[in-house]
């Protein structure tokens, strides 16, 4: 399993598009400014067989130091983006 960086992916696309990487740098980058700006605004983001990005409050919770156990860390409520694949994604995966 390797990591696939956003230079490897315009790269990737450029290849198999025919397109210069300029281009395709430019519009990956403005996918992922509109994805953070919308889901900054609370929206919720949703592409047929890819999968779904949406805000959530993840709750209040005690952890612990793992050094000092016995010690209690409150962790604050915070908001995550939260990841939910589609089907066709789904199926590819498993």
Do not use: C, W, Y
Not at 29 to 53: C, N
Request: proline share 4%.
């Amino acid at each position: 399993m390797s990591t696939v960086t956003k230079k490897k992916l315009i790269n990737t696309i450029s290849t198999a598009r025919g397109l210069h990487p300029n281009d395709v740098r430019n519009v990956i980058q403005a996918f992922l400014d509109a994805m953070t700006d919308s889901l900054s605004q609370g929206d919720r983001l949703e592409f047929r067989d890819f999968g779904v990005f949406e805000i959530v409050e993840r709750k209040q919770k005690i952890g612990r130091n793992p050094k000092n156990a016995g010690v209690a860390i409150v962790i604050p409520a915070r908001k995550a983006v939260k990841f939910t694949p589609g089907k066709k994604m789904k199926k590819l995966i498993s």
